[in-house]
């Protein structure tokens, strides 16, 4: 469902943070479809961030025409912001896929970092809603739109992870 409404916004240049096994983004970049940047954020290495060998099989599995980049460190860091702005030599993004640490603070401050890179209609999701520690920061960002601008994606209110919270322009 999510990637449908990926697909439906014709978004074009997305950011995701929190690359984990590089299968959201692979999913990501072939919605986004030919001509498309997807930048995907991760840690270091030798921080448990994204292994390269996951790395190298997203890049192996998207066609030429999708570029993929890779920009590891600190996600909310003013470094790795630096260098995500420098990656998208000038454009805003269309989409930001927040995924990264699942602590209120932490998704937080990568909402808050990256926001001003986008354009003013882009798509804002939250994965993992659905958790404790990220249900109020979702509530807090869903009750800032109109309820026309916000979607969850939830499969069962009962459930204690997953969850996709999307935000609809003017952010």
């Given amino acids: 469902q ?3 409404l990926v697909e439906s916004s014709g978004a ?5 943070v929190g690359a984990g096994f590089c299968g959201t983004s692979v999913l990501l970049s072939k919605t986004l479809g030919p001509g498309s940047l997807l930048i995907s954020v991760a840690l270091p290495i030798w921080l448990n961030g994204t292994p390269e060998v996951f790395e190298k ?4 599995s998207l066609p030429p025409e999708h570029e993929f980049k890779l920009i590891r460190g600190d996600s909310a ?3 790795t912001v630096s260098a995500v702005r ?3 030599d000038g454009r805003l993004a269309d989409l930001l896929f927040v995924d990264a640490d699942h602590k209120t603070e932490a998704a937080r401050a990568d909402y808050d970092a990256y926001v001003p890179l986008l354009t003013k209609d882009a798509t804002v999701a ?4 659905c958790m404790m520690e990220l249900w109020p920061l979702w509530n807090e960002l869903r009750g800032a739109v109109t309820p026309d601008r916000s979607i969850e994606i939830i499969r069962d209110r009962k459930q204690r992870d ?7 322009g003017q952010h």
């Fill in 126 to 129: 939250l994965h993992d809603i």
């Fill in 77 to 79: 860091a003013d470094s």
């Fill in 2 to 4: 999510f990637l449908q």
């Fill in 86 to 88: 420098k990656a998208l």
């Fill in 162 to 168: 997953c969850g996709i919270g999307v935000l609809i």
């Fill in 12 to 16: 074009k240049t997305a950011i995701e």
């Fill in 57 to 60: 099989e997203a890049r192996e």
